[in-house]
């Protein structure tokens, strides 16, 4: 599957956009990102699941990434 995250970055008031493919676990517990060569960018452990958000714990605390927090755009 694939998602666009949308980052913005308000020192530089710039937006950025970033393609990924995902791939979750059989039990739906870990997500697994993917860049646009199909190389391993991110993982993480899917903690709080609902119609308005989600919270994902970074799996591989060694990689430089934080723990998300992600929330559904009204656009949709």
Do not use: H
């Amino acid at each position: 599957m694939t998602c666009i995250k949308n980052i913005y970055n308000a020192l530089s008031n710039r937006d950025t956009t970033i393609f990924r493919t995902y791939v979750l676990s059989n039990d739906k517990t870990l997500v697994t990102l993917y860049d646009e060569r199909k190389l391993y960018t991110e993982q993480y452990l899917i903690k709080k699941l609902n119609t308005k958000e989600m919270k994902w714990e970074n799996a591989s605390p060694n990689d430089g990434n934080d723990n998300k927090r992600l929330v559904r755009s009204n656009d949709q």
